[in-house]
């Protein structure tokens, strides 16, 4: 098998494709028992390099996205923030400044995701704003609950046990 990085990310993060000896198809190189779950995704933002798919809350769907160069977000409308409020999936909390800033913002934390039948790991420290839309931007602070392999050719993110 042979492995060759492709991009490196803001935390160094490398994708890696293993290729079958005849360099064509994509190796098995995840360990199934380590496997939480296997998502399908749209490729969006540049070239492409950040996945969009649907997670849900019960009977709520919502966007998400992957950005490993950032804490995470959440775009709520003010009727779906009422309604997840009233669930008891967020929490929204003021901050007196964020890494980097001296200002106050918002913090949330977003309980109750699961993809498919698979439950996820909470999505917390989420800078969050009223909007148009219904967005949850899932950073640093998601992904580090997992190892996450990213397929951009099969268009797949699949998260993993940590070891």
Wanted: proline content about 2%; charged content about 20%; glycine content about 10%.
């Amino acid at each position: 098998m042979i492995v060759t990085a492709h991009r490196i990310g803001f935390f160094g993060a490398i994708e890696f494709h293993g290729l079958n000896q005849n360099k064509d198809v994509l190796a098995s190189v995840v360990d199934p028992s380590r496997v939480i779950a296997t998502m399908a995704f749209t490729p969006t933002g540049v070239d492409g390099k950040m996945p969009e798919i649907e997670l849900r809350m019960g009977d709520i769907t919502i966007n998400a996205f992957f950005d490993t160069g950032s804490a995470g977000s959440l775009e709520l409308t003010e009727s779906m923030k009422k309604t997840l409020e009233d669930r008891g999936n967020l929490t929204l909390t003021a901050r007196e400044h964020s890494y980097g800033s001296y200002e106050t913002y918002v913090s949330a934390t977003l309980k109750g995701i699961n993809y498919g039948t698979q439950d996820l790991h909470d999505a917390s420290n989420l800078t969050f704003k009223i909007g148009k839309q219904n967005l949850l931007g899932l950073g640093y602070h998601f992904l580090k609950n997992y190892i996450s392999v990213w397929d951009y050719k099969h268009h797949t993110l699949t998260l993993l046990k940590p070891s």
